[in-house]
């Protein structure tokens, strides 16, 4: 099978000083402050007491934009969304500044308390281990985050937290990038590897894209449990399974699974593998969502057999793409991404593989 190409978070607020522009008033205004306009009066300097109309300085006045985008997570460390998110807004001409909060667990329900109470926060970033606890922190949830049970952006709006998972919008993009164009052809079956936040996201999309029968599979087999308890409302149409991770058992659904996306996080490393080369059968779609590698063993291995297989830097451009766009309205170029995601690799851009090579 052809592999197909293309793809894949201060200084406190200061307000404007000025006084209000007297002339605002209709032209037709006939009151006694307008009489008295000509003398160098305004209405202010008429005000009784009683009045509804306050005095200019204590009228609202623009605020200036909400700069401080905190990413929130424990442990942090600078990492490549974080890169690409920096430049992605300068070259914008965002006033967005990024900046680092680590909170404990116990610790986000006050860290949100303080991004909700200030208007100099546009919203916050969250990473792991917070995304499965953001959800009920929100004021509002996406269909998305609320589909999924993880909230990897929270959008601020008149001190309401909007919770979204962009994570979503890259692994469609990631998974249209290695199915076939036409979705009617799209296949049913599918094999999940991982259950943290990624395999989470994974799952949504497949059952919002109409799978009828995926497997996931965890070292930790509660934890894939957990996941799949996580979607047995949504997932009643069809057959969604948890199964403990062995060989033997990999082997006989990978037979019928069509569909093979690793979110276990193993292939970072070069060498590495979540599964035995031997055990991939011919012609296999296959999504490795690792970001720091053009190919991985996995991809390597379903090539050869034929298969058509795609890396994690599409996903990851997607939904970097998503975010910028709910926190500062617009996202640059394509190309301006994926530039920066090359320099925060450290690759050149024309190695940055986006469908793996």
Same mark, same amino acid.
């Given at each position: 099978?052809?592999?197909?190409?293309?793809?894949?978070?201060?200084?406190?607020?200061?307000?404007?000083?000025?006084?209000?522009?007297?002339?605002?008033?209709?032209?037709?205004?006939?009151?006694?402050?307008?009489?008295?306009?000509?003398?160098?009066?305004?209405?202010?300097? #008429? @005000?009784?007491? $009683? %009045?509804? /109309?306050?005095?200019?300085?204590?009228?609202?006045? +623009?605020?200036?934009? =909400?700069?401080? !985008?905190?990413?929130?997570?424990?442990?942090?460390?600078?990492?490549?969304?974080?890169?690409?998110?920096?430049?992605? #807004? @300068?070259?914008? $001409? %965002?006033? /967005?500044?990024?900046?680092?909060?680590?909170?404990? +667990?116990?610790?986000? =329900?006050?860290? !949100?308390?303080?991004?909700?109470?200030?208007?100099?926060?546009?919203?916050?970033?969250?990473?792991?281990?917070?995304?499965?606890?953001?959800?009920?922190?929100?004021?509002?949830?996406?269909?998305?985050?609320?589909?999924?049970?993880?909230?990897?952006?929270?959008?601020?709006?008149?001190?309401?937290?909007?919770?979204?998972?962009?994570?979503?919008?890259?692994?469609?993009?990631?998974?249209?990038?290695?199915?076939?164009?036409?979705?009617?052809?799209?296949?049913?079956?599918?094999?999940?590897?991982?259950?943290?936040?990624?395999?989470?996201?994974?799952?949504?999309?497949?059952?919002?894209?109409?799978?009828?029968?995926?497997?996931?599979?965890?070292?930790?087999?509660?934890?894939?449990?957990?996941?799949?308890?996580?979607?047995?409302?949504?997932?009643?149409?069809?057959?969604?399974?948890?199964?403990?991770?062995?060989?033997?058992?990999?082997?006989?659904?990978?037979?019928?699974?069509?569909?093979?996306?690793?979110?276990?996080?193993?292939?970072?490393?070069?060498?590495?593998?979540?599964?035995?080369?031997?055990?991939?059968?011919?012609?296999?779609?296959?999504?490795?969502?690792?970001?720091?590698?053009?190919?991985?063993?996995?991809?390597?291995?379903?090539?050869?057999?034929?298969?058509?297989?795609?890396?994690?830097?599409?996903?990851?451009?997607?939904?970097?793409?998503?975010?910028?766009?709910?926190?500062?309205?617009?996202?640059?170029?394509?190309?301006?991404?994926?530039?920066?995601?090359?320099?925060?690799?450290?690759?050149?851009?024309?190695?940055?593989?986006?469908?793996?090579?």
């Amino acid at each position: 099978m052809a592999e197909r190409e293309g793809f894949e978070p201060s200084e406190e607020e200061t307000p404007f000083n000025g006084l209000a522009n007297r002339r605002t008033r209709p032209l037709c205004d006939l009151s006694s402050a307008a009489a008295d306009d000509s003398m160098g009066l305004g209405p202010d300097d #008429l @005000a009784v007491p $009683g %009045s509804t /109309i306050a005095p200019s300085h204590l009228r609202s006045v +623009p605020r200036m934009p =909400a700069t401080r !985008l905190p990413i929130i997570g424990y442990p942090l460390a600078p990492s490549a969304l974080e890169g690409v998110l920096r430049t992605a #807004l @300068a070259e914008t $001409g %965002s006033p /967005i500044q990024i900046e680092q909060r680590e909170a404990r +667990p116990h610790q986000l =329900a006050d860290a !949100l308390k303080a991004v909700r109470a200030d208007d100099d926060f546009v919203g916050a970033l969250i990473a792991s281990p917070h995304k499965e606890k953001a959800p009920p922190l929100s004021d509002w949830l996406s269909d998305d985050a609320r589909m999924s049970g993880a909230v990897n952006v929270l959008a601020r709006t008149d001190g309401r937290l909007r919770g979204y998972n962009s994570d979503l919008d890259g692994v469609r993009a990631g998974l249209t990038s290695v199915l076939p164009r036409v979705k009617g052809r799209w296949p049913r079956n599918a094999v999940v590897l991982g259950a943290g936040g990624g395999a989470r996201a994974v799952v949504a999309v497949l059952i919002g894209a109409g799978f009828q029968h995926v497997v996931v599979f965890n070292r930790h087999l509660h934890r894939a449990e957990g996941l799949v308890g996580h979607f047995a409302r949504a997932a009643r149409h069809m057959e969604l399974r948890a199964r403990p991770w062995h060989d033997a058992i990999i082997e006989a659904e990978l037979a019928r699974a069509e569909v093979v996306i690793n979110a276990s996080g193993i292939g970072v490393e070069e060498g590495e593998s979540p599964i035995p080369e031997e055990l991939i059968p011919q012609d296999r779609f296959v999504l490795d969502l690792v970001l720091n590698r053009s190919s991985t063993p996995l991809m390597e291995a379903a090539k050869a057999r034929g298969g058509t297989v795609a890396n994690g830097q599409g996903a990851f451009l997607a939904s970097t793409a998503a975010t910028l766009k709910l926190l500062a309205g617009a996202a640059p170029e394509a190309d301006v991404l994926r530039a920066a995601l090359a320099t925060e690799l450290g690759v050149p851009e024309e190695g940055l593989a986006v469908v793996g090579d």
